[in-house]
């Protein structure tokens, strides 16, 4: 059972999302975790730049493709714009291979859930959980904040980031990477270009 932030219950399986952000992202939709206990805080940490890694159990090819644990994670995107007439978006190698070195990154960094500082200028979305996952969940928990977005305001009643990036009009193309925590668990990472939670602007 998967229980969010505002319910007094324990997490199982724990959960951790760090919204996609931008740095020009409207309120709510930036930094914000979703589920979390105490014990897991310290798995927040600040921006490290990226450090070459290894390939780790349950990771991505390294070409970026989107094979093995990522496969159908496109389809699972897509699913969620059809449902507000976005456009699809686009598998890009490229942006997986960017993906997938920061999810491994990360792993090798204690799974610390944190967002590129600098390099390229696309949206972001993490999850990090305490058990394996799969595509299609990953992006379940994602679009599950549409219910704290208020899309004739554009405002959110609480977080809804993860979502507004999902859905992004402007957003065509997409690369994830997953990799495995060495304590278990598993941290995924999707980038999104162009970014999206532009100030300013709506999703769709």
Not at 56 to 77: D, F, M, N, V, Y
Not at 137 to 146: K, P
Not at 187 to 200: K, L, Q, R, S, T
Request: aromatic content about 6%; overall charge neutral.
């Amino acid at each position: 059972m998967l229980v969010r932030m505002t319910r007094p219950h324990a997490i199982v399986p724990l959960l951790l999302l760090l919204a996609g952000c931008h740095e020009v992202a409207p309120p709510g939709a930036a930094g914000a975790i979703v589920a979390v206990e105490p014990a897991a805080a310290a798995k927040l940490g600040a921006a490290a730049k990226p450090a070459p890694t290894r390939s780790k159990p349950g990771a991505a090819e390294p070409s970026g493709a989107q094979t093995g644990k990522l496969a159908g994670i496109t389809s699972a995107h897509n699913d969620v714009r059809a449902q507000v007439g976005v456009g699809a978006l686009a598998w890009s190698n490229e942006i997986g291979a960017y993906a997938q070195a920061w999810a491994e990154h990360l792993a090798g960094n204690g799974c610390q859930l944190a967002h590129h500082s600098g390099g390229k200028p696309y949206g972001e979305n993490l999850f990090w959980g305490s058990q394996p996952s799969t595509a299609a969940a990953v992006v379940t928990q994602w679009a599950a904040e549409r219910s704290a977005y208020d899309h004739a305001t554009g405002a959110c009643s609480g977080t809804c980031g993860h979502y507004t990036q999902l859905v992004w009009s402007k957003s065509t193309a997409l690369g994830c990477g997953v990799a495995s925590c060495a304590g278990g668990g598993e941290i995924w990472v999707c980038n999104y270009d162009p970014a999206g939670n532009v100030m300013g602007e709506a999703p769709y």
